[in-house]
């Protein structure tokens, strides 16, 4: 594994936690993770249960007890770091958005294929059972044509000005703010339950200029500087309106400016014979509404979904034990791992991760050109 700060920590405990509740033909070592710095590397392999560490990437991609890179390095870095593991054939696992441009993640997407090795993107969220439920309900017509989404990625850690620039808000590192890092959920949420997206249109804001500079910026906050200041070019929030191919509507806002929203991940979604909702922060609950219920006993109906029948729940604990923010990791893991004992690249794939780019590349451009941008042309 390539980093080891916030992500590090979710992929690390669910490599270590997976084959306690899933069996699998393959079961992970945690071979070797690797950071720039010597002692944080140290202390994290420590602390994580790494067999050693590295401080050199190409030399942990060289090493040959080594099968799967596994990518939780800020965005700039997914591209290099992707096609070298690719290049020597290794499993490559990143975390999201898959790259800093579409061309780059095209590039990422060709090396892995050429050089025939399984591949996965993060995207924890669709790994909740509730959210995998969902996809149950709607392929089996439970909800009819869909008609709507409504997604909101929705934070608020960054609304004080003195807040430093970390990582997260430089865009020579991230590439953009919260379309990378929030939306990017938001729209593989609404490519899995409602399908591909046709066209888009958007708008993005910086509500904050200038922010204090800091020393380390590797983490989610940092200490910041009290007299050096640098200019922020990535978006603050970001609200689109797309229309998919089968015809639904869908309106989207990701922001890191909603005060009291601490992860506010949700979406509902409203079809001819029902609707959906889901919350990240209550995760392991679906609200469904069926338009046939008895009149009278009509509305949201609140199901909690840990049964043996929602995917994923049944490896865990008896009905109503709830899970949380990490099994989503330890679900994605597992799928994973099948996938590299199965030899298929289970979705979210880089597949997925290059067609999650060109509807972050088309918001980006129609902020400015104020038009429709239509994602089949960026794809041919
Ligand atoms: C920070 O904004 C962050 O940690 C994102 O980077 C994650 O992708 C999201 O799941 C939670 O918020």
Same mark, same amino acid.
């Given at each position: 594994?390539?980093?080891?700060?916030?992500?590090?920590?979710a992929?690390?405990?669910?490599?270590?936690?997976?084959?306690f509740?899933?069996?699998?033909? /393959?079961?992970?070592?945690? @071979?070797?993770?690797?950071?720039r710095?010597?002692?944080?590397?140290?202390?994290?392999?420590?602390?994580?249960?790494?067999?050693?560490?590295? &401080?050199?990437?190409?030399?942990?991609?060289?090493?040959?007890d080594?099968?799967?890179?596994?990518?939780? &390095?800020?965005?700039n870095?997914h591209?290099?770091?992707?096609?070298a593991?690719?290049?020597?054939? =290794?499993? /490559?696992?990143?975390?999201?958005?898959?790259?800093m441009?579409?061309? @780059? !993640?095209?590039?990422?997407?060709?090396?892995?294929?050429?050089?025939?090795?399984?591949? $996965?993107?993060?995207?924890?969220?669709?790994?909740?059972? !509730?959210?995998?439920?969902?996809?149950?309900?709607?392929?089996?017509?439970?909800?009819?044509?869909?008609y709507?989404i409504?997604?909101?990625?929705?934070?608020?850690?960054i609304?004080?000005?003195?807040?430093?620039?970390?990582?997260?808000?430089?865009?020579?590192?991230?590439?953009?703010?919260?379309?990378g890092?929030?939306?990017?959920?938001?729209?593989?949420?609404?490519?899995?339950?409602?399908?591909?997206?046709k066209? /888009?249109?958007?708008?993005?804001?910086?509500?904050i200029?200038?922010?204090?500079?800091?020393?380390?910026?590797?983490?989610?906050?940092?200490k910041?500087?009290?007299? $050096? &200041?640098?200019?922020?070019?990535?978006?603050?929030?970001?609200?689109?309106?797309?229309?998919f191919?089968?015809?639904a509507?869908? &309106?989207?806002?990701?922001?890191?400016?909603?005060?009291?929203?601490?992860?506010?991940?949700?979406?509902?979604?409203?079809?001819?014979?029902g609707?959906?909702?889901?919350?990240?922060? =209550?995760?392991?609950?679906?609200?469904?509404?069926?338009?046939?219920?008895?009149?009278?006993?009509?509305?949201?109906?609140?199901?909690?979904?840990?049964?043996?029948?929602?995917?994923?729940a049944?490896?865990?604990?008896?009905?109503?034990?709830?899970?949380?923010?990490?099994?989503?990791?330890i679900?994605?893991?597992?799928?994973?791992?099948h996938?590299i004992? =199965?030899?298929?690249?289970?979705?979210?794939n880089?597949?997925?991760g290059?067609?999650?780019?060109? /509807?972050?590349?088309?918001?980006?451009?129609?902020?400015?050109t104020?038009?429709?941008?239509?994602?089949s042309?960026?794809?041919?």
């Open positions: 594994m390539i980093g080891y700060k916030f992500m590090g920590k992929h690390s405990h669910a490599y270590r936690d997976v084959s509740y899933f069996d699998s033909e /393959v079961e992970p070592v945690l @071979q070797a993770v690797c950071g710095n010597d002692e944080g590397v140290k202390e994290a392999a420590e602390k994580m249960g790494w067999l050693s560490y590295e &401080t050199d990437w190409r030399k942990l991609i060289a090493r040959d080594i099968d799967l890179i596994d990518i939780v &390095t800020p965005n870095a591209a290099e770091m992707a096609i593991a690719a290049e020597a054939g =290794k499993h /490559v696992f990143c975390e999201k958005p898959l790259a441009t579409l061309e @780059q !993640a095209r590039r990422i997407l060709e090396a892995v294929e050429k050089n025939g090795v399984i591949h $996965m993107i993060n995207h924890n969220y669709r790994f909740s059972p !509730a959210v995998q439920y969902a996809k149950k309900l709607i392929e089996t017509g439970r909800i009819g044509k869909i709507h409504r997604a909101s990625y929705l934070q608020d850690f609304m004080d000005p003195k807040f430093p620039l970390v990582w997260r808000l430089d865009k020579e590192i991230c590439g953009s703010g919260t379309l890092d929030l939306a990017a959920h938001s729209i593989d949420l609404a490519r899995f339950l409602v399908g591909e997206f066209e /888009v249109t958007g708008v993005l804001e910086t509500f200029k200038e922010r204090p500079l800091v020393e380390d910026s590797s983490g989610l906050s940092g910041a500087s009290e007299d $050096m &200041t640098g200019e922020v070019k990535v978006d603050d929030a970001s609200l689109f309106i797309a229309r191919e089968n015809g509507l869908g &309106t989207f806002e990701a922001t890191r400016f909603a005060g009291g929203n601490r992860n506010g991940n949700r979406f509902e979604i409203n079809g001819e014979k609707s959906i909702r889901w919350d990240a922060e =209550k995760m392991n609950n679906l609200e469904v509404y069926f338009h046939d219920d008895e009149p009278g006993l009509q509305g949201f109906r609140n199901i909690t979904c840990t049964e043996d029948i929602h995917p994923f049944g490896a865990y604990w008896p009905a109503g034990h709830i899970i949380g923010y990490e099994h989503t990791f679900n994605l893991i597992a799928e994973l791992l996938g004992s =199965k030899g298929i690249s289970p979705s979210p880089f597949h997925d290059v067609r999650n780019q060109a /509807v972050l590349a088309a918001i980006e451009t129609s902020s400015t104020k038009e429709w941008i239509s994602i042309s960026l794809l041919e």
